[in-house]
């Protein structure tokens, strides 16, 4: 770049490398003194250079404008995705009207590099420092260097930009004169008198045009009907376009403002009489703008209107522009067939779509934190971190390497299954993104942190077996905690790494819930995890019950899934004592997955109980009896010998085993991936990833999980701990339980929790023990801590419990049957009359109606329900719907960044929220107000896009009435009190009523766990004292029966 500056023989600081060497972005910065005489003849002689220089070094030309909007979707020019896909340069910037607004002229091609240029930046008395301060800032983010200003007149600004423009059509258009129609609209381009109109006309035939001679295919043709021109009301033409690696990105084609009227390329606003400050009267001027659309033909024209009406955001009152929207849609007004009955016969274009008005819901929910707290509950005291995780660089403008991916895509499940089994190596599956932070951090991590390191991931890790990002109990914390849905998070991070497999967790007939589905369910919902991107689907049974199995491979199979068939392990088979689970157990189980026809046999072991002795015996066995199928083992390292058991599983015949990056990784979690790779280095098993990847990988975790320290595991485990091999708690599970004590106020009782874990496992008749099994073991044991109960008073009370839901239909048999039957006579005790399943639960399920679940809640919500939608509310209805409701009240949370969503932002400080590709918010949190209106609200401040906005929250805490609820009394034995802490879901009784003992009257739900308060005795209810909603606390009156 050197050459620059004796090539134009210009005042210039020009960084002394390369251009290649800066990426996509290489600064010019050049100061041009101002000079009344000289100035034009030297912007001209500067021009006519830069000019030259650009066409011998293959640059393009570009001209930009800064205009009145707040900067939407202006802002990817600087600090989007669009630099790493369109080049280009910028010449001509200058500040008007307070805000900003990116253009870019026209593009000459797609492989170019590119030149920045600022002129008149930062003189402007008022504005001018905000407009420093926020180009330093955007400029660090895309490692531009040293800025300096340029000061030019507006006058000399247009004279350089229309000889740039000569020149540039001159140079490289000369082609298209062989065409007379084109060479007019060229002559129409080069006048600036003519209408603007032409220009886009012009400037999009000739951006096909060479497309297509640059890229001759039938995929050039393609990519060219999915391109986009569209109008930016506040920033001309924009073009979405294809850069160099194929990625979509945007082009904004500049135009001039005027003060009087607008005029953009076909646009022009005539203002009426709306104005900020003005008075609506009876007598109010309903024209707030007048638009007028210019173009060649009437779709077209139609086309730019479209985009300039969406483009208006208008509060407070109703507008036509829902109407008008429908108008320039109707394909009979496209036709341009009018006639007077066109509105009376077309009723559809009264049928408005709601407007989501995303910004102001996002005001009510941080409004809504500051004033009342986490919409999470945080299962600690401690914060979330004040800091922004460093994400690893990738290269910009690159597609991530092939993985085994593309050979499951073009070759099928089968011959993915034999890439495997014939891979040189030991392959890994990296659990980061579900059973790491399930089992670490209760299952709390986002999308918007793991979206961020996505793209790291696909370019550095395509050697992987699979990344493990969906299913278990994410699909309902997604839901329920982080108000997300986890089908947007699937479909997020499929974009974002195409080229690895993403694997799920299955639990077969039970879906992604907690207990048995209609088989039209699972069959439904496989076919959709297919759809949005899962290709290996673990399919587990939580007591390894076969038909149960059965199901859920026959449901993969059928949606084009690979189909992981998992054994789940328990007990120890190198401990001879252990009689119940055993090798002969395991390898019976084995031989009937397999004669099902499964691609890959997994062994779960999911409390870290297999021990490298252990791990030898069993992988051996079954590499030796089946050669040619691929075996994958997962683990947890809660005891510390998972490195040492996946390391003797590697050497025993695994194709794979499963590992977590080393900053989520150890304790209830998975094994070191670092560890692993580190300690094959060199040797058969080598697993082919870069260490110092992986370590850049950690480090980005590392920061990242102290954003969910109010989560953390840490709290009460401070390391691995040997005791799992008594109590055998799934390191999926142990968080989750840890959380669920603190919630029901049992945080300094969890060592009592996990003692009685053992104890109920063992009512139970000693369990494979994994979700959902797991959990009516953990739900059994917190119920006995928390009513101080013992494993001998739990058997012989049974009858007069009213033991936790799960439980029950444990024992009515709604989650299958387990290996050596079920415990009598505690069963017996406990179900009394209750019913009994026998066989598959989900056999005896009517199908459920899917078509009439969609319409009653397209009729609830107002909106057009999707599949996935349906499919929610078909593994968790409540959960579902209270999903949909807060969605609907306060927009797309998960756009939030952690810890802004979990505590809110402080006073003053001010976000980014980019809603979508495009859509920036730039909020900031000015004051809550101390005083509350006579209805409990608190005002609160908030500056949005520079604009004063003020919401109204309800305080919770603060309008409540202070009451005490009644105390049920111990000694009289029809007073019934609340078990345990929790929110009443439902009432079965009423006054008068008469009940039997063993009758169930109240169901309280605390956490995921809910429990059916019965009858203790014969009687008529004399007082009910709880409604639905009421949350109470342990030992509140709920009935009186008399």
């Given at each position: ?868 939608d349906v499919m929610s509310y078909a593994m968790y209805p409540s959960v579902c719907e209270n999903y949909l409701e807060f969605r609907k009240q306060f927009g797309p949370v998960d756009k939030l960044n952690t810890r802004v969503f979990l505590t809110g932002p402080k006073a003053g400080e001010e976000i980014e929220v980019t809603i979508e590709k495009g859509k920036t918010l730039h909020i900031k949190a000015l004051a809550t107000s101390e005083d509350m209106t006579r209805s409990g609200e608190r005002e609160v401040f908030f500056a949005l896009n520079g604009q004063l906005r003020s919401v109204f929250i309800k305080d919770e805490n603060a309008s409540k009435e202070m009451t005490i609820h009644p105390k049920a009394k111990k000694d009289l034995a029809g007073s019934v009190g609340a078990p345990m802490p929790g929110t009443v879901i439902g009432v079965k009784v009423k006054v008068g009523d008469k009940v039997k003992k063993g009758q169930p009257l109240v169901v309280l739900s605390a956490m995921k766990m809910e429990t059916v308060v019965q009858s203790p005795i014969d009687g008529v209810v004399k007082d009910v004292a709880v409604e639905n909603n009421m949350k109470l606390a342990g030992d509140d009156l709920l009935i009186t029966i008399e």
């Amino acid at each position: 770049m050197g050459d620059f500056n004796a090539y134009t023989g210009l005042e210039a600081e020009i960084p002394d490398v390369l251009i290649q060497d800066l990426g996509d972005f290489v600064p010019i910065c050049c100061r041009i003194p101002r000079s009344n005489k000289d100035e034009k003849r030297k912007i001209n002689v500067w021009g006519r250079k830069l000019l030259a220089f650009c066409g011998e070094h293959g640059l393009m030309i570009a001209n930009g404008r800064f205009g009145k909007d707040k900067g939407r979707g202006e802002f990817t020019c600087l600090s989007g995705p669009t630099p790493s896909v369109v080049d280009y340069v910028l010449i001509n910037a200058q500040f008007v009207n307070e805000s900003i607004n990116m253009g870019v002229l026209d593009l000459v091609g797609s492989d170019h590099r590119a030149i920045m240029l600022e002129v008149k930046i930062g003189q402007f008395a008022k504005h001018g420092s905000r407009l420093k301060n926020f180009y330093n800032a955007e400029y660090r983010k895309i490692g531009l260097g040293k800025r300096i200003r340029n000061d030019l007149t507006d006058k000399d600004i247009e004279a350089f930009r229309r000889e740039l423009l000569d020149s540039h059509v001159k140079n490289n258009l000369k082609a298209l004169e062989d065409n007379e129609k084109d060479a007019h609209s060229i002559q129409q381009l080069l006048h600036p008198g003519q209408s603007p109109v032409h220009r886009h006309d012009i400037t999009a035939r000739v951006f096909r045009q060479k497309f297509r001679e640059k890229y001759k295919s039938q995929m050039a043709e393609n990519i060219l009907h999915r391109i986009r021109i569209e109008r930016s009301l506040v920033g001309d033409l924009v073009l979405a376009t294809i850069g160099r690696n194929g990625k979509f990105g945007l082009c904004i084609f500049g135009s001039s403002y005027n003060l009087g009227h607008k005029e953009l390329l076909g646009i022009r606003l005539d203002g009426a009489s709306a104005f900020v400050g003005a008075m609506i009267s009876p007598y109010y001027d309903s024209l707030l703008v007048k638009v007028i659309a210019h173009s060649s033909d009437l779709k077209s024209s139609a086309a730019k209107m479209n985009r300039a009406l969406r483009e208006f955001r208008v509060r407070g009152v109703k507008t036509n522009i829902p109407f008008l929207l429908n108008v320039l849609e109707n394909d009979v007004f496209l036709s341009g067939t009018l006639y007077t009955d066109f509105i009376d016969e077309h009723a559809d274009l009264f049928t408005f779509k709601p407007t989501q008005n995303r910004a102001q819901k996002l005001l009510f929910y941080i409004g809504d934190v500051l004033v009342n707290g986490p919409s999470t509950p945080l299962a600690t005291s401690l914060k979330p971190a004040e800091i922004e995780p460093t994400v690893p660089a990738t290269p910009p403008g690159v597609l991530p390497p092939n993985g085994l991916r593309q050979i499951l895509t073009n070759n099928g499940p089968d011959a993915f299954a034999k890439a495997v089994r014939n891979h040189k190596g030991l392959l890994l599956m990296d659990t980061t993104f579900r059973d790491a932070h399930q089992s670490l951090l209760a299952t709390r991590v986002r999308s918007y942190d793991l979206l961020k390191i996505s793209p790291f991931v696909a370019h550095n890790f395509s050697n992987m077996y699979s990344i493990e990002n969906w299913g278990g109990a994410t699909f309902d914390v997604a839901m329920r905690f982080l108000h997300e849905c986890p089908w947007e998070r699937l479909e997020d991070m499929r974009k974002a790494i195409p080229n690895i497999p993403f694997q799920m967790l299955l639990r077969g007939a039970n879906g992604v819930g907690y207990t048995s589905y209609p088989d039209n369910v699972v069959y439904k919902f496989c076919e959709l995890a297919a759809g949005c991107g899962i290709d290996i689907f673990r399919v587990f049974d939580s007591l390894n019950y076969l038909p149960n199995l059965m199901l859920g491979i026959d449901a993969v199979g059928k949606a084009g899934g690979v189909v992981e068939a998992a054994i789940s392990y328990s007990g120890d088979i190198s401990d001879p004592t252990r009689t119940k689970y055993t090798l002969d157990y395991y390898m019976k189980l084995a031989n009937e997955l397999v004669r099902s026809g499964i691609h890959v046999l997994s062994i779960k072991d999911m409390a870290g109980l297999l021990k490298p002795s252990s791990s030898k015996v069993l992988i051996s066995a079954l590499r030796d009896k089946y050669p040619d199928l691929p075996i994958h083992v997962h683990t947890h390292d809660t005891a510390g010998l998972g490195v040492a058991s996946m390391l003797a599983c590697a050497e025993a015949g695994a194709d794979v085993v499963d590992v977590a990056v080393d900053s989520m990784s150890g304790m209830t979690s998975q094994p070191s991936m670092g560890a692993i790779v580190a300690s094959l280095q060199g040797s058969e098993h080598d697993t082919g990833i870069d260490l110092r990847k992986v370590n850049e990988y950690s480090a980005y975790w590392e920061q990242t999980r102290t954003l969910y320290a109010p989560f953390e595991c840490c709290v009460t485990m401070k390391s691995g701990n040997s005791d799992i091999y008594h109590n055998e708690i799934p390191g999926g599970q142990y968080t989750n339980l840890q959380f669920q004590a603190f919630s029901l106020g049992l945080g300094d009782q969890f060592e009592s929790i996990k003692k009685a874990y053992r104890e109920a496992n063992l009512l139970l008749g000693d369990l494979i023990k994994v979700t959902p099994s797991s959990k009516v073991v953990g739900d059994l044991a917190q119920f006995m801590v928390q009513n101080k109960l013992s494993a001998t008073d739990v058997k012989e009370r049974a009858q007069d419990l009213s033991l936790p839901k799960s439980v029950i239909e444990f024992l009515q048999g709604y989650l299958g049957e387990p290996e050596g039957g079920f415990p009598e006579p505690f069963r017996s005790k406990v179900l009394k009359d209750l019913p009994r399943v026998k066989g598959r639960p989900g056999k005896s399920l009517p199908p459920m109606d899917l078509d009439k679940v969609r319409k009653d809640l397209s009729a609830k919500y107002g909106f057009n329900v999707s599949d996935k939608d349906v499919m929610s509310y078909a593994m968790y209805p409540s959960v579902c719907e209270n999903y949909l409701e807060f969605r609907k009240q306060f927009g797309p949370v998960d756009k939030l960044n952690t810890r802004v969503f979990l505590t809110g932002p402080k006073a003053g400080e001010e976000i980014e929220v980019t809603i979508e590709k495009g859509k920036t918010l730039h909020i900031k949190a000015l004051a809550t107000s101390e005083d509350m209106t006579r209805s409990g609200e608190r005002e609160v401040f908030f500056a949005l896009n520079g604009q004063l906005r003020s919401v109204f929250i309800k305080d919770e805490n603060a309008s409540k009435e202070m009451t005490i609820h009644p105390k049920a009394k111990k000694d009289l034995a029809g007073s019934v009190g609340a078990p345990m802490p929790g929110t009443v879901i439902g009432v079965k009784v009423k006054v008068g009523d008469k009940v039997k003992k063993g009758q169930p009257l109240v169901v309280l739900s605390a956490m995921k766990m809910e429990t059916v308060v019965q009858s203790p005795i014969d009687g008529v209810v004399k007082d009910v004292a709880v409604e639905n909603n009421m949350k109470l606390a342990g030992d509140d009156l709920l009935i009186t029966i008399e």
